[in-house]
């Protein structure tokens, strides 16, 4: 899931000021664009179209809907777990953002990566901007965008994928993925007041590649998660707590607590995916996704407090884990879009003490805020 909260754009916007004049343009385009989207309200694969989902929405058709879409809010997420030969462990992830302006049709992208040594503690984390007069064209069924070094390209299970994020640069095939899984209802998740939203997730991508680290090139290999939500809805207007987890017994889970702005519960849902199975939808009294009191993480340069210790089960699926972050320290501070959210790379540990899966967490809305949402 995507890690648009907006509380920061003016911020973003004052800082933009301070780059000059061509930088002020552009930062203040994309604060425009994300302000009219506010403002709007509600307004493997199998290529077999869902059922006629409510809203009045055109079902969700794989593998066409990896393309780029008119609407005005859509996201790329990647989530990846690669290990070194020599073992070492790198959490990284890889979104593109794609925000259209209402009345102009002009398109702004913004992709942002982020990538964590298991064993240093280092975080380090990238981003690049671009404007388009009209939303990227479709390749083929899937999606192709480029910035400078950066690509992000692909669809139907297979992906490339190439960023960088300080000392860190890297260049990974993902392919596979297994059936897709649909959120919410047929691939629609409601977001109440802030609209609906297209949602669905490959869990299960094999990755190959490389990784350069301030010690050398390593080729790396492991596991990815590739999240594609899209809609004219306003994830400005809402905040979240997500995770998505792969168990080592084939099973996936994904899990969203979903808050308005002044900590109200808008909707708290999850999908188990199953090799036999299938898609499992999961309502909020069938799961537990909250934080361990004491756990926690605050950042030097915010000041925001994250939560950093997450206990998971599904008492009918016999699962129970806590969530444990590879790395501390993974805030990720948008100068582009101004906003800060905490993506980090966790380990599932059974009661036990058995490592037996692993996944992200992702928390936005903790920047500037009080407390934590209930």
């Not at 933009?16 to 307004?43: I, P």
């Not at 058709?61 to 790329?76: G, S, V």
């Not at 959120?183 to 629609?188: A, Q």
């Not at 361990?292 to 993480?297: L, R, S, V």
């Amino acid at each position: 899931m995507g890690a648009f909260t907006g509380a920061r754009l003016l911020s973003g916007m004052t800082r933009a000021w301070t780059q000059g004049a061509g930088a002020a343009s552009r930062y203040l385009l994309l604060a425009s664009a994300l302000a009219c989207v506010c403002a709007l309200g509600a307004c493997a694969a199998d290529p077999t179209p869902t059922p006629t989902p409510p809203y009045g929405l055109p079902p969700l058709r794989l593998p066409a809907d990896e393309a780029p879409h008119d609407f005005l809010t859509e996201w790329w997420y990647f989530s990846l777990h690669v290990e070194a030969e020599s073992g070492a462990r790198f959490p990284l992830h890889h979104v593109l953002f794609q925000v259209r302006e209402p009345n102009s049709g002009r398109t702004l992208y913004v992709a942002q990566a982020s990538v964590a040594d298991a064993a240093t503690g280092a975080h380090a984390q990238g981003e690049r901007l671009r404007i388009e007069a009209a939303p990227l064209p479709a390749s083929g069924d899937g999606f192709a965008f480029e910035a400078g070094d950066w690509e992000m390209s692909g669809g139907a299970g297979e992906y490339r994928l190439r960023g960088g994020a300080g000392e860190y640069a890297f260049d990974l095939s993902l392919t596979g993925g297994g059936a897709p899984l649909l959120h919410g209802e047929d691939g629609l998740v409601d977001f109440g007041a802030a609209g609906v939203s297209y949602y669905y997730t490959r869990t299960r991508l094999d990755v190959a590649g490389e990784l350069s680290t301030p010690s050398g090139v390593e080729a790396v290999s492991g596991t990815g998660w590739f999240d594609k939500q899209w809609g004219d809805f306003q994830p400005v207007a809402v905040r979240w707590d997500w995770t998505g987890v792969q168990l080592d017994d084939g099973r996936d889970l994904m899990l969203s607590r979903l808050f308005h702005g002044d900590g109200r519960p808008i909707a708290i849902y999850g999908t188990l995916g199953s090799p036999e199975r299938g898609a499992v939808r999961l309502d909020a009294d069938e799961f537990r996704f909250e934080p361990t009191p004491g756990a926690e993480w605050r950042s030097a340069d915010t000041g925001a407090v994250y939560e950093t210790e997450w206990r998971v089960s599904v008492p009918g699926e016999g699962i129970d884990v806590m969530l444990r972050p590879l790395v501390e320290g993974a805030e990720f501070r948008s100068r582009a879009l101004g906003v800060i959210y905490w993506e980090a790379g966790v380990d599932a540990v059974a009661p036990d003490g058995r490592t037996v899966g692993r996944g992200f967490v992702e928390l936005t809305g903790r920047a500037g805020l009080s407390a934590a949402p209930p």
